[in-house]
């Protein structure tokens, strides 16, 4: 398990665009799959996104063709690119293992889609 810091959020208007990162302390980042969640206030947190070790990804209903999730193994970073941003975008996002057991859990990010 590794130490998960995520950046990237911020305030933005509806239909703008964000990109999250959340870098990984492991050095052996590669192996594992990771996810995207996200948690809004008085609601369940969702798992919006994943990849795979082999590069395989899963999206959510509610953001696919929207989001798209990416990972660079060089830099022990996995990315967020969000797009068309709505009024439900707004939450805490986290990273973190989508499948079996959870890392400790970061700080998150917090994106604030807004006029």
């Known amino acids: 398990q590794g130490l998960l810091v995520e950046s990237g959020g911020g305030l933005v208007q509806p239909g703008g665009s964000l990109r999250l990162s959340c870098a990984v302390s492991t050095p052996t980042f590669s192996i594992y799959d990771m996810g995207w969640y996200r948690r809004a206030p008085g609601k369940q947190s969702e798992l919006v996104a994943t990849?795979?070790?082999?590069?395989?990804?899963y999206y959510a209903d509610s953001v696919k063709g929207r989001f798209t999730i990416s990972r660079d193994n060089a830099q022990n970073t996995v990315y967020l690119q969000m797009s068309s941003l709505t009024h439900e975008g707004t939450a805490a996002y986290y990273c973190?293992?989508?499948?079996?057991?959870?890392?400790?859990w970061g700080q998150g990010t917090q994106v604030t889609v807004s006029s």
């Open positions: 973190n293992a989508p499948y079996g057991e959870k890392w400790p």
């Open positions: 990849i795979r070790s082999n590069g395989t990804t």
